[in-house]
């Protein structure tokens, strides 16, 4: 079977500071620390990794982190972009922040990543 990461990130409002990581794997491994060296090497054995808008934020950030302008990029899925053809009457493709409490609360990496696993997994 092949394997997925699921994950985000999440940085301070400049972009430049992160913040948190969460991740789970396709078979329930999970990973929510700010490391990313320990989540690089979490993922290390993975054939895809997949978020919601990774490519233009996710590996963004961790290819300047990591010094390494690819990294990641090669194994990528970006929810953000299946989205349109799955849901093709639905204007904005946010992920729903549903177990949020008030707006203002900081994201939850890990529970992104398991909504990102989600909508993956019903197309």
């Known amino acids: ?13 400049t972009g430049k500071l992160l913040l948190d990581i969460g991740c789970v794997l ?8 700010n490391q990313p060296e320990e989540f690089a090497q979490f993922i290390g054995q993975c054939s895809f990794i997949c978020g919601h808008n990774i490519i233009a ?5 961790l290819q300047r982190h990591f010094g390494h302008p690819e990294w990641g990029f090669d194994k990528a ?22 177990d949020k409490v008030q707006t203002e609360e900081r994201n939850n990496p890990l529970s992104d ?6 909508l993956f997994t019903i197309s």
Do not use: C, V, W
């Open 57 to 61: 934020h996710d590996l963004a950030y």
């Open 77 to 98: 899925i970006d929810t953000l972009l299946l989205s349109p053809l799955l849901f093709p009457r639905q204007p904005y493709h946010r992920l729903l922040k549903d």
């Open 1 to 13: 079977m092949t394997s997925i990461a699921f994950f985000d990130i999440e940085l301070n409002a």
């Open 113 to 118: 990543a398991k909504k990102a696993r989600d």
């Open 26 to 33: 396709s078979d329930g491994a999970g990973f929510h620390k």
